[in-house]
């Protein structure tokens, strides 16, 4: 057959299962918390809004074993993840009494139980009339999947999980709200993946790294960047609750041989500590002959049980956010594998996150079940298992891999760790800030155990103050409808501090709010007036600087809040 009439076939079958949605104004891709707080500050806006999110669920991490909420100061960042927290709080109060346990084990709403997380985003988008949540839409990245009329978005093609069919759908804005930065990366935003060299911003930790942890940096350290990125996992909820405890079971493509290093680390005391440096043969060899004969380690700083497998924070009934244990030289984390993942199909990271829930599993069910594995330690394992209440459509497992870093644009501005580091308290000020933040600089590891090395390359966490975002993190430079709110403008290392769920909350709703100026004032978002998109978010009880001894609630809080951004921009200006 003729090409062009094959080509005009495929074009006939591909509009025969293409329908055309109605216009939004706002239509964000991906319902992370980013993007649930871009959808609901634009509704708040007037505007509507359309999340396309491609699981069955929203949330986003918070929603899937994210519990202990990643923020170094409260009160940093406020605005709409504090009404979220808050929200938590209520519900806790409400439910159990003011006095429970459970009120108590939530910290003030900052630690919650998984479904309670999406229950609440679900009640804030519900509470909005002209949101629209879609569930099962896949954007791929791809380029017919983005139609654009010069720098302009004008439409995209999303697939419906369920049914197989496209869908065309139009907005005035788009949002990536995405973990992986897909929708930046079709519209031909440039992105970075790996991390940077120590010599390209200065950043203290950045490059290939090699850190005790809680301690000082070790042998092959070179500072030299790469094209690979730090590991994911799954953040699990577990529970020793005897009623509400499903035990570890051991996956279908189980492979003993990846977990075997385990046992001589518990038998040894073996972890990445900075106390290991004062730890003797001698003492190692003891403390295996007390394991053997029934006894626990006494190596200094040896986590034991499941604290050897997992960083665990308590939530409300007896739950955990059980992260991975950053002591480990094996832990819930997979790295290497990962690396693929930011440009990958989908159907590459759906094989990926089936691999790492096998690995997981597979590395629970052995600490808890394999002979080899010392019978006092098996035992503490044993007393754990996963929360028989969550996710009880996947089997009591977190329905999202933790994508901790994927593509990171370059914007209008990037963030480097140098904008997260400053002697004094509130941190350095940008005079566009629309959020101020604060978490550590975090790295996962970027690779295997190697042999002789002291820990994971890459894996370290560095202080830093509080500080504050500025506008430009989330705007790319040309694409005149696109903002970027989680997939943000940054280094490796300076991307490690801001891509804590707070943060990209905050700026998801900077970024629902700065759509609509763009609407209402027909100008690109690059265009928006950071002034008046600043009045709003101070309106909407956002903090856009730290001040110790200040809140939203403060009746000249938003008049030291914008003395503060002017001496800023004036110390800018004076440059």
Avoid at 333 to 338: A, Q, W
Wanted: hydrophobic share 35%; with cysteine; aromatic share 10%.
């Amino acid at each position: 057959m003729d090409k062009r009439i094959c080509h005009l076939l495929s074009a006939i079958l591909l509009l025969s299962i293409i329908s055309c949605s109605r216009q939004y104004d706002v239509v964000v891709v991906g319902g992370t918390p980013g993007g649930i707080m871009t959808a609901v500050s634009a509704s708040r806006s007037g505007h509507s809004a359309l999340i396309l999110e491609r699981n069955g669920t929203v949330g986003g991490l918070p929603a899937n074993g994210l519990g202990a909420t990643d923020i170094a100061t409260r009160g940093a960042t406020t605005g709409l993840f504090l009404e979220f927290v808050t929200r938590i709080k209520d519900y806790y109060v409400n439910q159990y009494g003011a006095d429970s346990k459970q009120v108590k084990d939530c910290s003030d709403g900052y630690h919650f139980e998984p479904h309670i997380a999406e229950m609440v985003f679900r009640e804030m988008l519900e509470e909005c009339r002209n949101v629209t949540v879609r569930n099962m839409m896949q954007f791929d990245c791809a380029p017919e999947n983005i139609s654009m009329k010069g720098n302009k978005i004008r439409s995209i093609v999303v697939t419906d999980r369920t049914s197989g069919r496209k869908e065309v759908i139009k907005g005035r804005v788009f949002v990536d709200a995405t973990y992986e930065g897909d929708l930046g990366a079709a519209a031909g935003v440039p992105f970075r993946i790996g991390r940077e060299g120590k010599e390209e911003f200065d950043e203290p930790v950045a490059g290939k790294i090699y850190k005790y942890w809680r301690g000082p940096v070790g042998e092959g350290t070179t500072y030299e960047g790469d094209s690979t990125i730090q590991a994911y996992n799954y953040r699990l909820c577990l529970t020793r609750d005897s009623l509400n405890k499903v035990p570890f079971r051991k996956p279908d493509n189980y492979d003993r041989e990846e977990y075997v290093s385990l046992i001589d680390d518990i038998l040894y005391g073996r972890h990445t500590g900075v106390a290991t440096l004062k730890v003797t043969d001698a003492m190692r060899e003891a403390n295996k002959a007390a394991i053997l004969a029934g006894g626990r380690t006494s190596i200094p700083d040896d986590p034991w049980g499941m604290a050897k497998l997992s960083s665990m924070n308590w939530l409300p009934n007896g739950k955990t956010d059980a992260n991975n244990q950053h002591m480990a030289f094996i832990s819930t984390d997979l790295p290497e594998e990962n690396w693929q993942w930011p440009t990958a199909s989908w159907e590459w990271r759906d094989a990926f996150a089936k691999r790492l829930r096998d690995y997981t599993e597979g590395l629970l069910w052995f600490a808890a079940n394999d002979e080899e594995v010392p019978e006092s330690f098996r035992k503490e394992v044993s007393k754990w298992g996963y929360a028989a209440d969550e996710y009880t459509d996947n089997g009591n497992f977190p329905r999202q891999v933790y994508v901790r870093e994927g593509r990171r644009f370059e914007g209008m501005y990037f963030f480097t760790a140098n904008d997260a580091l400053d002697s004094t308290d509130r941190g350095p000020i940008h005079f566009d800030g629309i959020t101020a933040s604060h978490y550590a600089l975090d790295s996962h590891a970027h690779h295997k155990r190697e042999p002789g090395r002291i820990h994971l390359d890459g894996f370290l966490s560095w202080p830093t103050q509080v500080y504050n975002v500025p506008y430009g993190v989330i705007v790319p430079r040309e694409v005149t409808n696109l903002l970027l709110p989680v997939p943000v403008s940054g280094s490796h290392i300076g991307f490690s501090t801001i891509r804590m769920e707070p943060c990209w909350m905050a700026l998801g709703q900077a970024a629902g709010t700065a759509a609509a100026l763009a609407i209402d004032n027909r100008t690109s978002v690059q265009d928006v007036n950071v002034t008046v998109l600043q009045d709003k978010l101070l309106e909407q009880g956002a903090t856009l600087v730290y001040m110790p001894g200040h809140s939203p609630s403060d009746s000249d809080f938003i008049r030291l809040q914008k003395e503060a951004l002017a001496k800023a921009s004036m110390a800018r200006d004076m440059k």
